[in-house]
T-cell receptor, first 113, second 115 residues
Framework: KAGVTQTPRYLIKTRGQQVTLSCSPI?????VSWYQQTPGQGLQFLFE???????NKGNFPGRFSGRQFSNSRSEMNVSTLELGDSALYLC????????????FGEGSRLTVL | DQQVKQNSPSLSVQEGRISILNCDYT??????FLWYKKYPAEGPTFLIS?????DKNEDGRFTVFLNKSAKHLSLHIVPSQPGDSAVYFC??????????????FGQGTILTVHP
């Protein structure tokens, strides 16, 4: 079974630009969550999508948004990038049968200059 | 407000000995707890979990203990192996089946197991 695939793995942007990250879940997984990992804040929950609907949202500004497609693939977008948005963005998927067990991708490393 | 805390940033143990990683939480609504392991340049990998209706769950070398009254959980690794060297994250979720994709993580503990 293929794992969670995140693209791109690395990217560099400048302040003010916007970025879109993609996540392809494990086949059959309908829940997709996004997390931001930074050295100072650790792993912070961004949002969760299930069946194309946002179920939960973390405490991030509106510049952070996401969506999920009918095939469960998900994208997240960050607009008007700030230096503090430099982080590892992790996608995690679940089939909801293994309660609470999330399968993480390797992440997208974003650097904002 | 950090609802899940791992107060030890690092832990160093000898191969073959027990590793004990600790985690405290403040939110009484949490009812499911998990431990994840993370190697550099990889995403976290699920290790073991425990529901709030239990006080112990065991899986091979890994055992998680939950003390609800103290809002404390711990992960025991016996015996520790050098391949266990990684960052260990404690995580919690709550409010039943609608929020399992939303985990609150601790800051992580770097475990180093020396041969």
């Amino acid at each position: 079974k293929a794992g969670v695939t995140q693209t791109p793995r690395y990217l560099i942007k400048t302040r003010g630009q916007q970025v879109t990250l993609s996540c392809s879940p494990i086949s059959g997984h309908r829940s997709v969550s996004w997390y931001q990992q930074t050295p100072g804040q650790g792993l912070q929950f961004l949002f969760e999508y299930f069946s194309e609907t946002q179920r939960n949202k973390g405490n991030f500004p509106g510049r952070f948004s996401g969506r999920q497609f009918s095939n469960s693939r998900s994208e997240m977008n960050v607009s008007t990038l700030e230096l503090g948005d430099s982080a590892l963005y992790l996608c995690a998927t679940s089939d909801y049968r293994n309660t609470g067990e999330l399968f993480f991708g390797e992440g997208s490393r974003l650097t904002v200059l | 407000d950090q609802q899940v805390k791992q107060n030890s940033p690092s832990l160093s143990v000898q191969e073959g000995r027990i590793s004990i990683l600790n985690c405290d939480y403040t939110n009484s609504m949490f009812d499911y707890f998990l431990w994840y392991k993370k190697y550099p340049a990889e995403g976290p990998t699920f290790l073991i979990s425990i529901s709030s209706i239990k006080d112990k769950n065991e899986d091979g070398r890994f055992t998680v203990f939950l003390n609800k009254s103290a809002k404390h959980l711990s992960l025991h690794i016996v015996p520790s192996q050098p391949g266990d060297s990684a960052v260990y994250f404690c995580a919690a979720s709550g409010t039943g089946g609608t929020s399992y994709g939303k985990l609150t993580f601790g800051q992580g503990t770097i475990l180093t197991v020396h041969p």
